[in-house]
């Protein structure tokens, strides 16, 4: 059974850079897609970035979230399974909880249990 | 891009049934959704994916009593027989070549 674990610092300072990792038991991840999804309290969830293996490249292809891409850069590690997000120049608008997800083939998702990011000032 | 579009709020009695509806933007009428629960302090959960056609499939362990369908543009998440755990968010989603897109949520009271 697929297992995704988040990991990282629960506090980051303000202009500096968030990263976080997401570990995959139960699954290749050289397969399906992987993404990154967050939530501030009380509001709505945002995609925020996915990264795969391309089968003709064998390495990492990206899409970003428009709103973020200038500040955002995943990848992702076969050798580890484990997969990364590194969110640079953070503001208290990027404290949030933050999801690691898996989209399979056929358009099934399943989330990490999520870890909850503080920017201090 | 696609956008989806959901009412922020919805309300039901113990033991009714609701419909929660979800609406892709002009263009995208033909792709599939999914649709995820929240409860309260909880990660997400998959619930379902929903084609075009009407279709769906539900993931692991989620009861009959929730059920898909669609009609044009609308996505639809019914669940009968409503019971106090259902009271949560529900959003849906969509992705494409580029980007997965989600909804504003629908918060479901049941009463």
């Known amino acids: 059974q697929l297992q995704l674990q988040e990991s990282g610092p629960g506090l980051v300072k303000a202009s500096e850079t968030l990263s976080l990792t997401c570990a995959v038991s139960g699954d290749s991840i050289n397969s399906h897609y992987w993404g990154w999804i967050r939530q501030p309290a009380g509001k709505g969830l945002e995609w925020i970035g996915r990264?795969?293996?391309?089968?003709?490249?064998?390495?990492?292809?990206?899409n970003y979230s428009p709103s973020l891409k200038s500040r955002v850069a995943m990848s992702i590690d076969s050798s580890t399974s484990r997969f990364s997000l590194r969110l640079t120049s953070v503001t208290a608008a990027d404290t949030a909880v933050y999801y690691c997800?898996?989209?399979?083939?056929?358009?099934?998702?399943?989330w990490g249990q999520g870890i909850l990011v503080t920017v201090s000032s | 891009q696609p956008v989806l579009t959901q009412s922020s709020s919805a309300s039901a009695s113990l033991g009714s049934s609701v419909k929660l509806t979800c609406t892709l933007s002009?263009?995208?009428?033909?792709?599939?959704i999914a649709w995820h629960q929240q409860q309260p302090g909880e990660a997400p959960r998959y619930l379902m994916k929903?084609?075009?056609?009407?279709?769906?499939n539900k993931g692991s362990g989620v009861p009959d009593r929730f059920s898909g369908s669609s009609s044009g543009a609308d996505r639809y998440l019914t669940i009968s027989n409503l019971q106090s755990e259902d009271e949560a968010d529900y959003y849906c989603?969509?992705?494409?070549?580029?980007?997965?897109?989600f909804g504003g949520g629908t918060k479901l009271t049941v009463l």
């Open positions: 002009n263009g995208h009428s033909n792709y599939m």
């Open positions: 997800a898996e989209r399979t083939y056929s358009g099934s998702l399943t």
């Open positions: 929903i084609e075009g056609r009407g279709i769906y």
């Open positions: 989603e969509t992705w494409d070549n580029s980007a997965w897109v």
């Open positions: 990264v795969f293996i391309s089968g003709t490249l064998g390495y990492g292809t990206t």
